[in-house]
């Protein structure tokens, strides 16, 4: 009795990276056609063609005034991030170390995850004035929620042998957090830390098109108050690709430590 045999199928895994990015590629490549051809082909009076966009973002680099609106925007986005990470991260770890604390506040940190912070733009206001802070307070407190619930989520899923291990070796509270919960959370506080980057941008852009008098978001409003679509589009695609940039970058963070983590 002759065994058949069959030839090995090869199956893609979507978990892989380069088919991740096969994936992404492919998708913006398609969209990037459509929205090329349609506005060739004037199927539309809103979107100006893709070419005509990337034209617009190569005269910026040549502009004083788009790097003066970068450099605020960035200011603002770095100082919020910070505040709202280290904030965050506090919060997580009281969370953590308080478990009766975590209950009390996490549905109100859920709440507010849902909620746009910009309704609280009005009361910043009249609390520290249009300035440059009432747009970072914000953005730091919608960058601190997802770092304060995803570390109290990775502190709470630490396994209980890495506990017993540091009592084991009579850690003290300070070295259990930072040589054993802390590393051991790492996944969890990276991708907080990826939101927390994510919602400081989208914070002090949303914040900057509502009353600010610089920074990206109020030069993309000034735009399309004075009907410049490729102005607009251009600084629109600007953030995009701040934010595509930011992502990828904490991502690759993200899979280092992963892989870090799985070597030890």
Do not use: H
Request: with cysteine.
């Amino acid at each position: 009795m002759s065994a058949s045999t069959t030839a090995p199928r090869l199956r893609l895994d979507p978990r892989q990276p380069a088919v991740s990015v096969a994936g992404t590629t492919l998708v913006v490549a398609v969209l990037g056609l459509l929205l090329e051809v349609g506005g060739r082909a004037d199927w539309w009076d809103v979107i100006p063609p893709v070419s005509v966009m990337f034209q617009g973002v190569a005269g910026l680099l040549d502009d004083a005034q788009f790097w003066s609106d970068a450099y605020r925007t960035g200011l603002e986005v770095a100082v919020s991030l910070v505040f709202g990470s280290v904030f965050g991260l506090l919060a997580g770890i009281t969370f953590w170390k308080l478990p009766a604390v975590g209950r009390a506040f996490e549905p109100y940190l859920v709440a507010l995850y849902a909620v746009p912070l910009a309704l609280f733009y009005p009361f910043m206001i009249v609390l520290v004035g249009i300035n440059v802070w009432s747009v970072i307070l914000l953005a730091t407190a919608m960058a601190a929620i997802p770092m304060a619930l995803n570390t109290a989520v990775g502190l709470a899923s630490m396994r209980p042998v890495y506990t017993k291990l540091g009592r084991s070796l009579n850690l003290s509270p300070r070295q259990m957090l930072f040589a054993v919960a802390l590393p051991a959370a790492g996944p969890y506080l990276v991708a907080g830390l990826r939101m927390a980057l994510v919602y400081s941008l989208i914070g002090c852009v949303a914040m900057e098109f509502v009353t600010a008098q610089a920074g990206l978001g109020y030069r993309i409003r000034y735009l399309y108050e004075i009907f410049d679509d490729t102005g607009m589009y251009a600084y629109i695609v600007v953030v995009l690709l701040i934010s595509v940039a930011l992502t990828v970058l904490l991502g690759l963070v993200e899979r280092l430590i992963l892989r870090g983590r799985i070597s030890w």
